[in-house]
């Protein structure tokens, strides 16, 4: 049997990001594999969004029996699936970030603030950096890439030039 709402101007056809929390609640309840793939497609798409916030919401009173456990541990997968994607990014724009600078590693690590051997575990994505940090980061890029002419170390004898 198709899905119905009642009461809901929304039809089932509709994409299921436009769905009010009734609708989802429903699809979770009376719905069938079909309606319960395309909840799951969008939660894939984004794990944190608005369809998977809702899901959430309604497991959180109702227990649709066969697909609360089926739901909840999709949501858990693919979010943890996104951070390691996440992380994966972060660490990418890491090592861009040192290699398109110019300085060595350790240069690097000391003009923003950290030492050479955390930094290798932000590049490689062990650890995620913070949020000041990573603007750290951007800033020294920006200022390496944008002024390349601009006095530098004395790699010779390891003396910062005064500039």
């Not at 056809?13 to 979770?28: C, I, K, Q, Y």
């Not at 590693?105 to 000391?110: G, K, L």
């Amino acid at each position: 049997m198709a899905l119905r709402f009642r009461n809901l101007a929304v039809d089932p056809s509709d994409p299921v990001t436009g769905w009010p929390t009734e609708a989802v609640r429903t699809a979770l309840e009376r719905g069938d594999l079909g309606d319960w793939h395309r909840l799951a497609v969008a939660i894939r798409v984004d794990p944190w969004g608005r369809t998977a916030r809702q899901v959430e919401e309604v497991l959180g009173h109702d227990r649709p029996y066969g697909v609360a456990e089926a739901m909840e541990a999709l949501i858990a997968r693919v979010r943890v699936r996104a951070e390691r994607s996440e992380r994966e990014a972060v660490a990418a724009e890491i090592r861009r970030a040192i290699a398109r600078s110019g300085l060595t590693r350790a240069e690097f690590a000391s003009r923003v603030g950290t030492s050479a051997s955390r930094l290798s575990t932000y590049a490689t994505g062990r650890v995620s950096p913070s949020a000041t940090l990573m603007v750290r980061i951007r800033r020294l890029l920006d200022r390496t890439v944008r002024d390349p002419g601009r006095p530098g170390p004395d790699r010779s004898t390891g003396d910062q030039d005064p500039a």
